[in-house]
C-alpha cells in the first residue's frame, strides 16, 4: 500500500488535539538490520490542530542514527521516518502531556518507498507501546482496505458479491479490535475508523453488517468539551444515518453549543442545516440550524457557502413563483425569454457551461428527457455562462446538438442572470409549472431523477 494513500488516511481517522504547555519527550536511535545508521536521514512530526490545519515539524538524525523530539501536544500524531527526502516509515502515537518516550526501531533497507511496521523491530521504556504501534497500524491497513474496495465497487471493478464479502471481512476485523481493546484512546481510534467506513456498509445496503454497539460507543463517549475527532465533520453523513432519530437534535445541539473549537461548531451546524434539508426533507430544522449558524458566524465563509443553498429567504426555492427575467435568445437576438414567454407550460430551466466534467453524459441525459416529453406540455431552456459564446456554438455542432431553446450570459456566474436566478454552481437545473412556481430544484432533477420528476408532475 502506498505510502501517501496511507498517511492520508490517518489524517482522516486522526484527531486534533488540545496543545498543552508542556511538552512530550520522544527519542531514540533508528538504525537498520546490521545495526548501522542510515545516512541523509530525518524525521517529519504530523499532528492536527483544532481548526483541522496540520503542524509539521522536521527534526534531524545525527549520524550516529539518534533523534530527539520535544513537542508541545496531546493526542495522536504520526512520525514519518524518511531517507534521502524519500518517505519510508510512519509511525502512529497517542501522546499525552508530559510524556518521556524512548522508541528505537530497526529496519530493513528497501528499494520502495515503504517500510512495513511488520518488518520493524521496535524497543521501548513504554512495555506495551509497540504492540499499540502495531495494532493502531492494523486498525488503518483495514480501514485503507475498506476504502480500496468501495473505490473498486463504485468504480465497478469488482461486483456486489465480492464487495460485500470483502466489507463483511474488513468489519470482522474492527469487531475484533473494539471487543478486545480496554484501552479507551485505542477503543477511539477504532471506532473514528469504523465511523469512516459507513459508506462501505451504506453502499452494501446490508444493514446487518453494522456493529451497533461500536457506533454507540461514539455517540455515548465523545466529548463535546474538546476538538477530539475531525474526521466526524468529513464523516458527518455517514454518522447521521446512523443516529437515532429521538437522540439526533439533542447530539447536534451539545456539539454545536458546548464544542470548544468555532471551526468545528461552524462546520456542525452548517452540516446540520443540509442534512435536514437535503436528507430529511425538512425545511423547519434546516431552517432553524441554519438561523443558528447566521447568528453565531455571520461573517464567516462556512456561513455564506451555506446561504447559497440553504437561506430560508432565497427566493429560487420549492413553492416561490419564479422571478421575473428577460434574457435574448443565443440564435435569435429578436426573440427575448421571460417569465411570461412560458406561461401555461411547463419549463425546464438549466443553467451550465461546456467546460465543465462529464458535462457530456449530463447534456445526454437531458436530451433523453427532451425526446422522452417532445409532445408534453413542457419547454426546455438551457443558459450557458460560457464566456465565448464560439464554445456553446461548437458544442452544439460537434457534441450534442440540443434541440431546445438556449440563452448564454457570458459574464457568467457574475452575471445578472446568476443573481436573479441565484445561482451558485453550474450545472443547475429548476423545473417550473405553468403558472410559474418552482416545483423542484436541482438535487431532484439529476441522473435517473429527471425522467420520474417531470413524469410526475406532467401527470
Given at each position: 500500500m502506498k505510502l501517501k494513500e496511507y498517511i492520508t488516511t490517518i489524517i482522516l481517522i486522526l484527531v486534533a488535539a488540545q496543545i498543552y504547555s508542556n511538552a512530550a519527550t520522544i527519542k531514540g536511535r533508528i538504525l537498520d538490520l546490521q545495526n548501522k545508521p542510515f545516512v541523509n536521514a530525518g524525521i517529519i512530526s504530523v499532528c492536527t490542530m483544532p481548526d483541522g490545519s496540520q503542524e509539521i515539524k522536521r527534526y534531524p538524525v545525527d549520524k550516529k542514527g539518534n533523534y530527539n523530539i520535544k513537542i508541545d501536544y496531546n493526542g495522536f500524531m504520526q512520525l514519518?521516518?524518511?531517507?534521502?527526502?524519500?518517505?519510508?516509515?510512519?509511525?502512529?502515537?497517542?501522546?499525552?502531556?508530559?510524556?518521556?518516550?524512548?522508541?528505537?526501531?530497526?529496519?530493513?533497507?528497501?528499494?520502495?518507498?515503504?517500510?512495513?511496521?511488520?518488518?520493524?523491530?521496535?524497543?521501548?521504556?513504554?512495555?506495551?507501546?509497540?504492540?499499540?504501534?502495531?495494532?493502531?497500524?492494523?486498525?488503518?491497513?483495514?480501514?485503507?482496505?475498506?476504502?480500496?474496495?468501495?473505490?473498486?465497487?463504485?468504480?465497478?471493478?469488482?461486483?456486489?458479491?465480492?464487495?460485500?464479502?470483502?466489507?463483511?471481512?474488513?468489519?470482522?476485523?474492527?469487531?475484533?479490535?473494539?471487543?478486545?481493546?480496554?484501552?479507551?484512546?485505542?477503543?477511539?481510534?477504532?471506532?473514528?475508523?469504523?465511523?469512516?467506513?459507513?459508506?462501505?456498509?451504506?453502499?452494501?445496503?446490508?444493514?446487518?453488517?453494522?456493529?451497533?454497539?461500536?457506533?454507540?460507543?461514539?455517540?455515548?463517549?465523545?466529548?463535546?468539551?474538546?476538538?477530539?475527532?475531525?474526521?466526524?465533520?468529513?464523516?458527518?453523513?455517514?454518522?447521521?444515518?446512523?443516529?437515532?432519530?429521538?437522540?439526533y437534535s439533542e447530539y447536534l445541539q451539545n456539539l454545536a453549543i458546548k464544542h470548544s473549537s468555532k471551526f468545528i461548531r461552524s462546520e456542525v451546524l452548517a452540516s446540520a442545516v443540509a442534512y435536514y434539508f437535503d436528507i430529511k426533507k425538512d425545511k423547519n430544522n434546516s431552517a432553524i440550524f441554519y438561523n443558528q449558524l447566521y447568528s453565531q458566524f455571520p461573517t464567516s465563509e462556512t456561513t455564506y457557502i451555506a446561504s447559497l443553498k440553504y437561506d430560508p429567504k432565497k427566493n429560487i426555492q420549492v413553492g416561490k413563483q419564479l422571478p421575473p427575467f428577460n434574457i435574448q435568445s443565443a440564435e435569435d437576438k429578436t426573440i427575448h425569454f421571460s417569465k411570461e414567454f412560458f406561461v401555461g407550460k411547463f419549463l425546464l430551466l438549466h443553467f451550465w457551461n461546456t467546460e465543465t466534467d462529464g458535462i457530456y453524459d449530463y447534456i445526454n441525459n437531458i436530451a433523453v428527457a427532451r425526446d422522452k416529453f417532445f409532445d408534453d406540455n413542457i419547454e426546455f431552456l438551457s443558459i450557458s455562462f460560457d464566456d465565448d459564446p464560439r464554445k456553446l456554438t461548437n458544442f452544439r455542432l460537434h457534441s450534442l446538438p440540443m434541440k431546445w431553446f438556449h440563452s448564454i450570459d457570458t459574464k457568467g456566474m457574475k452575471s445578472n442572470t446568476a443573481n436573479v436566478f441565484e445561482i451558485y454552481k453550474t450545472p443547475f437545473l429548476m423545473l417550473i409549472s405553468p403558472d410559474g412556481t418552482i416545483l423542484a430544484l436541482d438535487d431532484d432533477l439529476r441522473g435517473n431523477k429527471l425522467i420520474p420528476t417531470i413524469t410526475k408532475f406532467l401527470q
Open positions: 514519518i521516518f524518511g531517507v534521502d527526502t524519500v518517505d519510508k516509515l510512519a509511525i502512529p502515537l497517542f501522546l499525552n502531556a508530559k510524556d518521556n518516550i524512548r522508541l528505537d526501531m530497526k529496519m530493513p533497507h528497501t528499494k520502495f518507498p515503504y517500510v512495513p511496521l511488520d518488518s520493524v523491530i521496535f524497543a521501548s521504556n513504554i512495555k506495551d507501546l509497540p504492540d499499540k504501534i502495531m495494532l493502531v497500524d492494523s486498525i488503518f491497513n483495514s480501514a485503507n482496505l475498506l476504502s480500496v474496495y468501495f473505490r473498486g465497487y463504485t468504480n465497478k471493478n469488482i461486483d456486489s458479491n465480492k464487495f460485500i464479502y470483502n466489507i463483511a471481512n474488513e468489519l470482522n476485523n474492527f469487531n475484533h479490535y473494539f471487543e478486545k481493546i480496554p484501552d479507551k484512546d485505542f477503543r477511539f481510534i477504532t471506532t473514528s475508523a469504523y465511523i469512516n467506513s459507513l459508506e462501505c456498509i451504506r453502499a452494501t445496503g446490508n444493514d446487518s453488517l453494522l456493529n451497533r454497539n461500536i457506533f454507540q460507543y461514539y455517540i455515548d463517549n465523545y466529548d463535546f468539551s474538546t476538538p477530539y475527532l475531525q474526521s466526524m465533520i468529513i464523516n458527518f453523513d455517514n454518522i447521521a444515518a446512523f443516529m437515532p432519530d429521538e437522540y
